[in-house]
């Protein structure tokens, strides 16, 4: 039950776009349309912003986009903004459990 | 509105065991499933497993296995989390978060759509 790969940092500028991506496996991944992304403030709880891929729930932004490609999904924010700065989790379902991203921090330059 | 109200901070021994609960509210609290994560310090997110609040059924990740265990009290829409044999590693703050999934129509989802506010449970001699 290995852990999803994500870089450990990202950044961007105020207006710009900024990809981060997740790597797992055929087993996660690339097996299933089950990836979701969390947004987390310091010392706040995780925010769902993508689900199932590419899914926005009701209130989230449209700037915030997710995607996949066999075993790598990736999340873009787009036109970044102050309050967009933030650690950034993936996950996936893996078969009756799940596995998380070791998280992105996000930073807004 | 859906809120989930984590029970207080605790401080534990080693060896010891720590019931967390987490109240909902808002919504059908046997209609959905509640699942467990917890987030060492400045550490990411972990897994721990999810409980049917309907039937009392649970699945509990692989590492927690014989160590976690996940109740629910439906008469007070409350779901508990405990976990013993503590180790200083166990040091965490415990998250529970809904299941979007309807118990009645689908199968578990396993992604989450309302988190609580976290408890931070700190294990030290």
């Known amino acids: 039950q290995s852990a999803l790969t994500q870089p450990p940092s990202a950044s961007g500028s105020p207006g710009q776009s900024v990809t981060i991506s997740c790597t797992g496996t055929?087993?996660?991944?690339?097996?299933?349309?089950?990836v979701s992304w969390y947004q987390q403030h310091p010392g706040k709880a995780p925010k769902l912003m993508i689900y199932?891929?590419?899914k926005r729930p009701s209130g989230v932004p449209d700037r915030f986009s997710g995607s996949k490609s066999g075993n790598t999904a990736s999340l873009t924010v787009s036109g970044l903004q102050a309050e967009d700065e933030a650690d950034y989790y993936c996950?996936?379902?893996?078969?009756?459990?799940?596995?998380f991203g070791g998280g992105t921090k996000l930073t807004v330059l | 509105q859906v809120q989930l109200v984590q029970s207080g901070a605790e401080v534990k021994k080693p060896g010891a065991s720590v019931k967390v609960s987490c109240k909902a509210s808002g919504y059908t609290f046997t209609g959905y499933y509640m699942h467990w994560v917890r987030q060492a310090p400045g550490q990411g997110l972990e897994w721990m497993g999810w409980?049917?609040?309907?039937?009392?059924?649970?699945n509990y990740a692989q590492k927690f296995q014989g160590r976690v265990t996940m109740t629910r009290d439906t008469s007070i829409s409350t779901a508990y989390m405990e976990l013993s044999r503590l180790r200083s590693d166990d040091t965490a703050v415990y998250y529970c978060?809904?299941?979007?999934?309807?118990?009645?129509?689908?199968?578990?989802?396993?992604?989450?759509?309302?988190w609580g506010q976290g408890t931070l449970v700190t294990v030290s001699s």
């Open positions: 199932e891929v590419s």
């Open positions: 996950s996936s379902y893996a078969g009756s459990f799940v596995v």
């Open positions: 409980i049917n609040p309907n039937s009392g059924g649970t």
């Open positions: 978060a809904r299941d979007p999934a309807d118990i009645v129509v689908v199968a578990v989802k396993y992604y989450f759509d309302y």
């Open positions: 055929s087993s996660d991944v690339g097996g299933y349309n089950y």
